[in-house]
C-alpha cells in the first residue's frame, strides 16, 4: 500500500482508501511492510497530523495496528528501477521480494514501470473491489 493510500484513509473515514483498512482488520487482505515502508509511513502521517486532525497518539495507534497485521519482509540491498520517487522504487522493490506483486496507489502514472517487473499497480477502488469479489 502506498503511503499516499494510507493518507487518504487518515484523512477521511469514507471512500476506498478507509474502507481498504476495514478490509484489512478483518484478514481479506494482508499487508507487507518494510522497515523503510513503516517509517515513510510514520514520516508522512507524523508531518501531515494537523491537517489529518490525527494526534501523534492516534498514528502511532494505526502504525501500531498496522504491524500487528503486516508480514515484515528484510528486503536486499536497494535496486533501481528508475522511477521518479526513489521511495516508489522500494515500493516496488518491496512487492517483488514479498511476492505480493500487487500495489495500491492514487498515482497509477508514477507506478507504471511496475508491471515490467511483474507488479500490478490498482487504485484503492480496484483493489477494493478485487478484494470484495474474490471473497
Known amino acids: 500500500m502506498d503511503t499516499n493510500v494510507l493518507v487518504s484513509a487518515a484523512r477521511s473515514r ?5 474502507a481498504l483498512l476495514a478490509e484489512l482488520r ?39 495496528s498496522l504491524c500487528a497485521a503486516a508480514e515484515l519482509v ?34 497509477i502514472r508514477d507506478l507504471t514501470p511496475a508491471a515490467g517487473v511483474g507488479v500490478r499497480v490498482l487504485r484503492p477502488l480496484e483493489f477494493l473491489n478485487l478484494i470484495r469479489t474474490s471473497s
Open 74 to 107: 528484510h528486503v536486499r540491498s536497494p535496486w533501481r528501477l528508475h522511477l521518479s520517487d526513489p521511495d516508489d522504487e522500494m515500493l516496488v522493490q518491496l512487492a517483488v521480494e514479498s511476492g505480493a506483486n500487487l500495489i495500491t496507489t492514487h498515482n
Open 26 to 64: 478483518v484478514g481479506r487482505w494482508r499487508i507487507v511492510l518494510s522497515n523503510h515502508l513503516l517509517l515513510e509511513y510514520e514520516e508522512v502521517l507524523k508531518r501531515e497530523s494537523g491537517a489529518l486532525s490525527q494526534t501523534l497518539a492516534d498514528i502511532d495507534g494505526l502504525l501500531d
Open 14 to 18: 469514507r471512500g476506498a482508501s478507509n
